[in-house]
């Protein structure tokens, strides 16, 4: 990878205007310049995949690439035996502000006596975890703890990164992180291959019990400003991203554009088109 440029430590995100900010309902994607060259695009033509019909990696490679950018959870978990455990998770999103739920999803590891990963195995076991967003500052040492070390092995010495005692759960947040979640064990679904009947996966859900956020990172509203956060996001192969500049795009009310709308869906259907 020596042939790539230096990273730009100089470009920081920065809020934006939308990407078409004269936008008007119904308006078509080729109506600007963009928008032409992008539909442009499918004389291509498109490539469909069977999922049944080709290897897992295959599809897994395709997903992976195609469903980006990814957040990333850099899980603090601890087994019964009380080895400590760092690992990085890009199969992570939020489920519900209401119980305050998160999901990871541990693909399993048939090289282990449990038939899962270290992570997976210990949130089963001791049944706390820590969720911690890594920023771009330390996206390195994250990266480390993906080294396939024995079980046996803690990756904290490893990446260089401090232990900070949690709150209401035993495993440690990452005091680099300027975000993070202590969670409880909400619930695990096993997930089985519909032909091969085998555990291919743990989807776990964990119940948010504390959130440490610094204040440095927060606006006005109490809110975390993601150009302070700088979080990374995860692409497909071994490729990580940064936040580029975040547009801002309102979201439309029908008591504004209701009438508009009337009148739009009004020439639509005198038109046949409807």
């Known amino acids: 990878m020596t042939d790539l440029p230096q990273y730009a430590h100089a470009v920081k995100p920065q809020y934006t205007v939308a990407h078409n900010p004269s936008f008007t309902v119904g308006q078509r994607v080729d109506a600007t310049e963009d928008g032409k060259t992008w539909i442009e695009g499918e004389k291509a033509g498109w490539k469909v ?68 990963k270290d ?14 967003i890594i920023s771009e500052t330390f996206v390195e040492n994250a990266n480390f703890s993906c080294i396939d070390a024995p ?10 990164l401090t232990k900070v005692p949690s709150d209401v759960v035993k495993p440690p947040r ?39 956020v610094r204040n440095d ?30 547009f801002r795009i309102p979201r439309p009310a029908w008591s504004v554009e209701g009438e508009k709308i009337g009148e739009f869906l009004k020439g639509v259907a005198e038109s046949g088109k409807l």
């Not at 992570?92 to 305050?100: A, D, E, G, Q, Y």
């Not at 992570?119 to 911690?132: D, E, L, Q, S």
């Not at 979080?231 to 975040?246: K, Q």
């Open 119 to 132: 992570t997976a195995a210990n949130i089963k076991a001791t049944k706390g975890f820590v969720v911690n």
């Open 151 to 160: 079980t046996e092995v803690s990756e904290w010495p490893l990446t260089g």
């Open 49 to 116: 995949v069977d999922t049944a019909a080709v290897e897992p990696l295959v599809q897994y490679q395709l997903m992976i690439s195609g469903i980006v950018p990814r957040p990333v959870a850099f899980v603090s978990s601890i087994g019964e035996d009380g080895v400590e455990n760092l690992a990085p998770f890009s199969w992570f999103n939020m489920v519900t502000h209401n119980p305050p739920v998160i999901s990871i999803s541990v693909a399993s590891n048939p090289t282990t006596k449990t038939g899962l």
């Open 174 to 212: 990452v005091k680099e992180s300027a975000f993070s979640m202590e969670c409880e064990l909400f619930q695990t679904v096993d997930i089985i291959h519909p032909e091969t009947k085998k555990h291919t996966t743990t989807l776990v859900l964990g119940l948010v019990k504390r959130i440490h």
């Open 217 to 246: 990172t927060l606006n006005e509203r109490g809110n975390v400003d993601i150009t302070k956060l700088r979080p990374i996001s995860r692409n497909g192969d071994i490729s990580y991203a940064r936040v580029g500049d975040s």
